[in-house]
Every structure is written in C-alpha cells, then in structure tokens.
C-alpha cells in the first residue's frame, strides 16, 4: 500500500512543486500573501481567493480530464457554461423552486454532454470536431435562453452556491473539492480509471478485450457536461445573472491547459484528476499573483504564457530523460542500496 | 583465426544498460570484409540493441567499436552511414509516398541552379538499380512495387550511402521463396564485392543457405561465433536456447479428432464483403487450424467468430443454446477469447503495465463496478508471469517495453485468465523466436488437453499439422476445404491452396 502511496507522491511531485513555487514567488512580491483571516465565520485571504476563484476551471479541468484520457477533448465546456447558467436563470426567474431548478441545470449539461459523446462515440467524429459544433451553438442556445438580454435573479438559494459558505469556506472551494474527491474516488475504487486509460491508449485493442468502449466514451463527455452545468450555475450565481456572451468565455482553453499542466497527456492514457486539479490551482494562483504583485495588467498574459512553458518544458520528456541522466550515478546507488536492504 | 586487419568492423565489449536490465553485457562481435554473418537469438536477446549500438541510433555504455582497425564512434545513424555503416530494417523505412528515385538520392538530389534535377537523378537512380537486375520505372511511386522491390531498394541506397558493412535486420520476414531468392543473390554479389553483411533472421534454413558465420547472443550475452558450415542445427539450436529443445515441434502429430461431440456449431455463418457464409464444427478439446494465403479470409474469419465483426447471416450454437456473438463483449460473455495476429495495433495496450494488460479482459467482462483489487492483479499477473515465463523485469513495466514473444504470452494471459472455453489464436507464434514458438505450441497443446476449444490461423504449415485435428482451408474469402485426420498433412494443405491458381490465374 505505501508503494502505491509513494507512486501517488512521485506522479503529484511536479504539480506540487510547481504550485509551491509560484505560490513563493508571488508571496515575495506581496508580503501579506499567506495571511488568512476568519470574518463572520469565514476564511479570507489571497490563497482561498485563489481557490474560489479557481472553481470554475477546476470543475472543468475534472471532467477534460476524462475526456482528454480517452484520448479525446472537449471544447465546448464554456459554451456549456454558458447555456446551464442561462438555464439555471431562466428557470429560476419563472418560479421554479431551487432544487427543480439545479435538476434541469444539471440534466442541460448532461444532455450536452450527451450529444457530444454521441457524436464521438456513434459517429465516430473527431473530438475536436465534434465538441466545436457546440462550442459555437453553445452561445446561441444560450442567448436564445437568456433572449439576448442578461437575465438576472435574486433568488438567495442560489445566489448561496455562489457566494455562501460552508465551514468557513466559501461554497464553489467546498463543491469543487468535493465533487473532485468523489469523482476520483469513483474512478479509482472502481475498474473505471483503468478501463479509461485503456480505452485511451488503443480503442481498438479494448473494445477487442471487452471494454464497452462506446458506453465509456458517451460517459465521459456526459461528465464533461456535468462539470460544465456545476460551474456554470457557479459562474451565474457569482454574478447573480446569466450573461450568455461572457460566462465561461475561453475556459475551455484553461481548463485543458489545467489538466496539461497537471502532466496527463493529449494523447490519452494514464490521467490524473487530482493532478488536473492543481494544475488549475497553477493557473489562478499564476492570475492572482500577477494581479497582486502590481504589474501592468498587459503584462499579464504573457508572464503567464511565459510561466506555463517552464513548467512544460520541465515536465517534457526529453526534459526529464535530461534530468535522469544528470541524476543517474546516485539513482543506480540508491537502486543496489535499495537491493541489498530486501 | 583471421588477423585483426581483415575484419571491417569489431566490436569489443559493448555494454549496454536500459533502466532496469543489462540489453548487452561486454558483447565482442567481428564482422570480415566478404562474409555473411548471421546473428541470432531468441527476442529479446540483444541482437537489435547491438545493431542500434553499432549504427549509432543508442549509445552504448562501454566498449568500442573499430571500423577498418580504428576506433570509431557514431553518434546517430546519419553518420554511421557516413563512416560506412548502412541498416536496412524489416519495414522498410523509406517513404512509400516519393518515387524510387527520390528515395534512392533524398537528401543528396543532384542539383542544377538550386533545384532537384530530376532526369538526372532518374538516370542515375536507374544505373544504380542495374547493378542489382532491377529494371523497374525509377519514376513510380515507391508503394507501387512489392515489398522485395523495396527491400532492394533500400538496400541499393544503404549500400550506395555506406559501402562497407551492411546491416539487414529481418528482411526477408515478409517476403515469398522467390523474393527471397532474388534477395540473397543479391547479398551474394555484395559479399563478392568484399562487404561485410551482418543478417538478421529467424529463418534458420536462411542462414545455413546464405551465412559463412554465426554469432549468438543470449540474454544479453555472447554465448559464441561459429562457422556455420561447422555447426550443426541442433547445435545451433541449443546455443540459442541455453537448453535443449523437446522437440522443435511439438511431439508429432495426434491427428485423429478426439471423440465426443461436436460442442460448437455454426451453420450457414457469415457476413457479405468479410466472409462466404461457412459451417464449422468444433469438438471439446480439439484444436481446428485455419490455413489460406494473405487475404484469404483467415483473418476475417476469427473476426466474425468473435463478433469483431457482425456476422449478417447464419447461426452458432454450443451445445444446442444459441450463442450471442454480436460483439467482442457478447462473445467474451459466452466464454470466447481471440489473440489478435497485429498484436501492436489490435492486441497490447502499450502505455499500461504487463499487470493491467493481464486483468484486462476479465476485468472488462466483471464490468466496472466490481473491480479486481490490486492484490487479485497483482496475484494474477504473478501467476502468469510464472507460468508462460513471460520475460519482464517486474509487473509494473509497460508492455510496450517487451519483447514481441513476451508480448504475445501477456496476451495470450490476459485471455487466459478469462479461462475461456473457446479460444481463436491468429498467428500466435508469427514474428517470435524459436524458444517463445516452441513454448506457445506447447501451450497451445496443453490447453487442448484440459478441454479447451481452440481455432488457430498460422502461415506455418508444419505447425498447423503438429497441433490439429483439422485444417480448414481458405482461399478468396471462403471456406474451401476441410481436412481431416490422415489427410492433414502440409502437401495436402499447399494443394487445397493451390487449387485456386485456376482461378486466380484468370
């Protein structure tokens, strides 16, 4: 079992470090970074900014990174966003009670989800293809909701999930860690995540074993949808009004970035969501920090950009067979040490 | 023993170390200008990381290589050519979309005022292909020829580039009698020439034919370098294995069907475009061969039987229940295993351990829900490791990294550990080394025995004989003949085949 822990250790290493370090950096330029403090029974300070504000792309970077280890991808998340607040909104304004309306939200982003894994799964379409079809119809739909204006609503049940908290912690940090931990654990306990990764590494050689491959795909679009529907009632209920133009505009990009950065591979395969998840964690910690360290907001993109490639160059490949070679006479060391103590 | 100064290349304690294992372990190889020297070794062995030390595409860890009795050391492909040293592989690695000729010159097209000159490099393309017989059109599409054609082709560019060693690694594993003949009478001219030629193959006939040495590795380990006239094949044999051979083949042929009765039967099976609708019985404990050219239905035949394909016509039973076979899923559910012949595309799932390659299937028909704990894998995995002597330095090694042999063995555990009733082996020993073949025939015998029923597809006719009862024949996409006990014998087999000619001829 601690094998297992220690293998866990080693895949999370990177993320972590990277996260540590950028989290340093930032506290360097702005002194009262890892200051926290508790008001009216609520956590304040930069670090649950960074958490709260990063729920959005941390939602989405769970389901991309089932659909990235199927070898797939999933554009059409934002747009998702965007149709589900709209939905959560428009059902919301017409009197419909929170949890009816939190249920038809839900089931919109499944539903998409739904068409998408069709298109992939039963047509055979490219993901990339296939999710851009929504990705820009996502949009219409959306304003066709909202009927082009930005709908807004006042209802306190939902504007809670938004802003509320819960044991101190503001509402979208306690449903993305939660939604994340039990959608890995469901992944994990199970034979899913294996299943998955074969799937991704060759379709053909899986469904050949048995794996319903088609059900599996259609399964993890249907939980791209899902993460989608959540952090687009987050998204609306932040603002307290759906605004079908901007909600979760180019999140789809951060969220594959996110789960880039957290090391699975585009190529499908070996996934891990709670490495995505820190990895979503990079990104905003890498936004807010530039924010509070003062640079000129244009600045910002680019040390961003600039922040990313490091990280993936120093997690590449040839970067870490690099690494291995330069560490190599203490890692045979270490290795017969390691033989002689069994 | 020849002075130093007559060998063209030399080799002297080449180590070679991958994480977790020795490839090569102070291996000595000497290559002579005008000789052919066949290196073997069961997979796995190191023949190909020894080639890849020699030319440069690894760098080895130890050792050192002399070329015309100085040292060398090449540190890619690119300018082990240039030294002298040209490899021509078992796929051909040439482009198959560019003509002949700009595969030949690419990278030194002749030029004139900055641009290919094209007829120039037609004529010269189609000097060079003279000196090896081949009178073809330089200007088509590389694809367009048979892979002989290319094999030639690359060797024509290999030699043309290099000049002095020349590495064939496989090249006549795809290749017919005929092609190979053309081949070797190409490698005898080049050997006049005074090249030295390092040959690659599993084809053992192929080396006493063609080799005037024999170099043999083993577990990464110089195990001897004999002249081959001086060596007998069993001889051979044992220095491969380390240990001598039961038998090459199995231990002669049971051929009589063994009585019961017919558990699997398929009536009227078949699907339009894949295969002609065929019956086929299949006994408890009886193992039907499938033989037949290239695209003859061999192939399409496990598919439809294993709901790869849907069959659009016909019916299966076993034991009188109708069988569902409308997909791999269903077929595995009715107990049906099927070792796919592409083992890389259809068979391994390279990037995952040797450990989820084995749970795979049963994994898979458990459903997700209900999974197999680590330990279970981790017990399963062992077991069979153990028991086919799958060779990996641990588990957890993505089944990528192994060998061709040990790759079929972790497939054939993952079906096995399904412990299937039914199970459909498409070239099972293709591509793998004489002890891995040995041991797979053996299985394949002893799972037999224990009452399994087996369908087996090979090219390899002997081996068909040895281990079936009968041999279905296949011939343009249906079931042409069945042979049945005195009849199974490889003449009968080559002429249920041949019969076809009249056919194909039209």
């Known amino acids: 079992m601690s094998a297992t822990l220690k293998a866990y250790a080693r895949r999370l290493f990177p993320q972590v470090a990277a996260l540590a370090v950028i989290l340093l950096m930032v506290s360097l330029a702005f002194p009262g970074f890892f200051k926290l403090e508790i008001q009216n029974g609520r956590l304040y300070g930069s670090l649950i900014d960074i958490l709260n504000r990063g729920a959005p792309v941390a939602l989405l970077a769970i389901g991309m990174t089932v659909v990235i280890a199927t070898k797939g991808i999933d554009l059409s998340v934002g747009a998702v966003m965007a149709i589900c607040g709209a939905v959560a909104a428009a059902c919301i304004t017409s009197g419909y009670g929170l949890a009816a309306t939190l249920a038809i939200t839900l089931g919109t982003g499944v539903l998409c989800g739904l068409w998408n894994g069709l298109l992939v799964a039963v047509l055979d379409i490219q993901p990339i293809i296939a999710t851009l079809v929504l990705m820009v119809a996502g949009r219409g739909i959306a304003q066709l909701v909202t009927e082009g204006a930005i709908l807004t609503f006042n209802d306190p049940g939902l504007i809670f999930i938004g802003s509320g908290s819960f044991l101190g912690l503001p509402m979208p940090v306690v449903i993305w860690l939660v939604f994340g931990l039990a959608v890995a654990l469901v992944v994990r306990r199970t034979a899913l995540g294996m299943l998955i990764e074969a799937l991704g590494v060759n379709r053909r050689a899986a469904m050949l074993s048995g794996v319903s491959t088609g059900v599996l795909l259609i399964a993890a679009y249907m939980l791209s949808g899902l993460c989608a529907a959540i952090a687009g009632i987050i998204a609306a209920a932040d603002i307290r009004g759906a605004d079908a133009n901007n909600a979760g505009l180019w999140l789809e990009l951060d969220a594959i970035l996110a789960v880039v950065v957290g090391g699975t591979s585009l190529l499908g395969g070996r996934f891990s969501i709670a490495a995505s998840l820190i990895g979503a964690l990079i990104i905003q910690a890498i936004n807010t920090g530039i924010l509070l360290s003062g640079f000129p907001p244009e600045f910002n993109l680019i040390i961003k950009a600039a922040i990313i490639v490091l990280i993936l160059v120093i997690q590449s490949p040839r970067a870490q067979s690099a690494f291995v070679w330069f560490s190599r006479p203490r890692a045979t060391a270490a290795g017969k040490a390691g033989e002689e103590a069994k | ?506």
């Open chain 2, 1 to 506: 023993m020849q002075s130093a100064s007559s060998y063209v290349l030399s080799a002297v304690g080449i180590d070679k170390v991958f994480p977790g294992a020795r490839a090569l372990d102070r291996v000595d190889f000497s290559l002579a200008r005008g000789e052919v020297h066949a290196l073997l070794g069961e997979n796995g062995a190191g023949k190909s990381t020894l080639v890849k030390c020699l030319t440069g595409a690894y760098r080895r860890d130890g050792g050192r290589i002399l070329l015309d009795g100085g040292e060398v050391d090449p540190r890619d492909t690119l300018e082990a050519q240039k030294l002298g040293i040209g490899t021509v592989y078992q796929e051909v690695n040439l482009l198959a979309n560019l003509t002949v000729a700009e595969n030949l010159f690419l990278g030194r097209q002749p030029r004139r005022f900055g641009l290919v000159d094209a007829r120039e490099m037609n004529r010269r393309a189609r000097a060079l292909l003279s000196e090896y017989d081949l009178d073809i059109d330089v200007t088509a599409g590389l694809s367009a020829y048979s892979v002989a054609v290319q094999q030639v082709v690359a060797i024509a560019r290999a030699v043309d580039l290099s000049g002095k060693v020349l590495i064939l690694d496989e090249p006549t594993a795809s290749l017919d009698t005929h092609e190979v003949a053309l081949l070797f009478r190409i490698v005898r001219r080049l050997k006049e020439r005074g090249l030295g030629i390092v040959f690659i193959t599993h084809f053992l006939e192929q080396v006493y034919e063609i080799s005037d040495r024999i170099t043999v590795l083993r577990n990464g380990q110089l195990v001897g370098t004999r002249e081959t006239a001086a060596l007998p094949r069993r001889d051979l044999i044992a220095m491969m294995l380390g240990r001598e051979l039961v038998g090459e083949v199995g231990s002669g042929n049971r051929h009589a069907a063994p009585g019961g009765d017919v558990r699997y039967r398929f009536r009227g099976f078949g699907r339009k475009g894949h295969i002609r609708p065929f019956d086929l019985d299949v006994r408890t404990g009886e193992v039907v061969g499938i033989a037949g050219l290239l695209g003859s239905g061999r192939t399409e035949t496990a598919e439809i039987l294993f709901g790869a394909e849907r069959a659009d016509s016909g019916t299966a039973e076993a034991d009188g229940r109708p069988l569902d076979l409308s997909s791999p899923r269903a077929a595995i559910r009715e107990k049906f295993g099927f070792c796919p012949e592409d083992r890389k595309v259809d068979g391994i799932i390279g990037d995952l351990s040797v450990r989820e390659n084995i749970a795979l299937a049963l994994q898979a028909r458990r459903g997700w829900a209900r999974p197999l704990s680590r330990g279970e894998q981790d017990r399963l995995a062992d077991h069979y490791i153990r028991a086919l002597d799958i060779r990996t330095s641990d588990r957890e090694k993505p089944i990528r990294l192994l060998s061709g042999g040990n790759q079929q063995k972790a497939i054939l555990a993952r079906w096995l550990a399904t412990n299937p009733d039914f199970l459909i082996l498409d070239e099972p020993t293709r591509g793998i080394d004489v002890g891995a073949h040995a041991e797979i025939i053996r299985l394949i015998e002893e799972l037999c025995e224990k009452g399994m029923s087996l369908i087996v597809i090979s090219s390899e006719l002997e081996e068909l004989v040895a281990y079936s009862s009968r041999v279905l024949v296949l011939r343009d996409r249906a079931h042409v003949a069945e042979l049945a006990g005195e009849r199974v014998t490889t003449g009968a087999i080559v002429e249920a085949i041949a019969a076809s000619d009249g056919r194909a001829g039209t």
